[in-house]
């Protein structure tokens, strides 16, 4: 199968599928290397690690660049959160698109954010015309930031979240992304409710793997928690270096990493 269709049928089971989230080409390597059956970007870790904020302000060359990177050292299938577009001009959302899928991505995270959803719809189908004319069935994985951004609360942020995961689908969404909750039971209604794979992400009170699939969630994201633990130990570690000159317990930390000089030649 093309990476784009063993993309698709990850979601489609038996098992959850469950995306680590890299930023560069050695983050991607080492997740593929360690069994990951796809991996993915965070766009907030791909802007820290070139020096950008989160929020669709990354160039997009750079984030092309890092796409092909990732795309050029792995097998498995890469799917890019590419945010809003990175722009809300449709025509210029249909060249990151084709520009991601020559990149080598075969999936797209895309969200709404505080963004008119009716709005959200229109890139969604010129994602889905852009791909289409490429050649490529990218899985576009919608994301509903209803919960995470605090658009609306309780009963009304569910009953919004559906009325926006049905806009959606109806304009060629393959996957809904729903970040933010973590309520066993609210999960089960919306894997319940949403006629599409239901992606969450995974932070402190999401079940594990095995009690989401059971749920009925099928894609389980880390979202920017490995990128945070590797540069929360680089920063613990350099700050006790320039304290003592220790570079031998320095060594120490980073004598269990693989030899990238021998998995890139």
Same mark, same amino acid.
């Given at each position: 199968m093309s990476q784009a269709e063993t993309f698709r049928a990850l979601h489609a089971g038996p098992d959850i599928l469950v995306l680590p989230n890299a930023w560069d080409a050695a983050s991607a390597a080492m997740m593929e290397d360690a069994g990951a059956k796809a991996v993915a970007t965070s766009s907030a870790a791909v802007a820290w690690a070139h020096g950008y904020a989160d929020g669709d302000i990354l160039p997009i060359p750079t984030l092309l660049a890092a796409i092909g990177e990732m795309a050029r050292v792995i097998k498995v299938p890469l799917t890019a959160d590419i945010e809003g577009g990175y /722009?809300?001009?449709?025509?210029?959302?249909?060249?990151?698109?084709?520009?991601?899928?020559?990149?080598?991505?075969?999936?797209?995270?895309?969200e709404d954010g505080a963004r008119d959803p009716e709005l959200h719809v229109r890139k969604i189908d010129t994602v $889905?015309?852009? !791909?289409?004319?490429?050649?490529?069935? %990218?899985?576009?994985?919608?994301?509903?930031?209803?919960?995470?951004?605090?658009?609306?609360?309780?009963?009304?942020a569910l009953t919004e979240t559906l009325r926006r995961a049905e806009l959606y689908k109806a304009a060629g969404a393959d996957g809904i992304f729903v970040p933010g909750p973590a309520d066993d039971d609210l999960l089960a209604t919306l894997a319940k409710e949403i006629?599409?794979?239901?992606?969450?992400?995974? $932070?402190?009170?999401?079940?594990?793997? #095995? $009690?989401?699939?059971?749920?009925? %969630?099928? $894609?389980? /994201? /880390?979202?920017? !928690? #490995?990128?945070r633990a590797a540069y929360a130990a680089l920063g613990t570690s350099i700050a006790a270096y320039l304290k003592d000159g220790d570079a031998g317990a320095l060594a120490m930390l980073g004598k269990d990493l693989p030899d990238l000089n021998k998995r890139f030649g």
């Amino acid at each position: 199968m093309s990476q784009a269709e063993t993309f698709r049928a990850l979601h489609a089971g038996p098992d959850i599928l469950v995306l680590p989230n890299a930023w560069d080409a050695a983050s991607a390597a080492m997740m593929e290397d360690a069994g990951a059956k796809a991996v993915a970007t965070s766009s907030a870790a791909v802007a820290w690690a070139h020096g950008y904020a989160d929020g669709d302000i990354l160039p997009i060359p750079t984030l092309l660049a890092a796409i092909g990177e990732m795309a050029r050292v792995i097998k498995v299938p890469l799917t890019a959160d590419i945010e809003g577009g990175y /722009s809300d001009d449709l025509p210029t959302v249909a060249q990151t698109i084709k520009g991601v899928i020559d990149a080598g991505a075969v999936g797209i995270n895309f969200e709404d954010g505080a963004r008119d959803p009716e709005l959200h719809v229109r890139k969604i189908d010129t994602v $889905r015309k852009a !791909a289409a004319q490429a050649g490529v069935a %990218v899985f576009v994985n919608a994301r509903i930031d209803v919960y995470l951004k605090g658009l609306a609360k309780g009963e009304e942020a569910l009953t919004e979240t559906l009325r926006r995961a049905e806009l959606y689908k109806a304009a060629g969404a393959d996957g809904i992304f729903v970040p933010g909750p973590a309520d066993d039971d609210l999960l089960a209604t919306l894997a319940k409710e949403i006629a599409l794979p239901l992606n969450v992400m995974g $932070r402190p009170g999401v079940a594990p793997a #095995p $009690r989401l699939q059971a749920l009925g %969630v099928r $894609r389980l /994201s /880390s979202a920017t !928690a #490995p990128f945070r633990a590797a540069y929360a130990a680089l920063g613990t570690s350099i700050a006790a270096y320039l304290k003592d000159g220790d570079a031998g317990a320095l060594a120490m930390l980073g004598k269990d990493l693989p030899d990238l000089n021998k998995r890139f030649g």
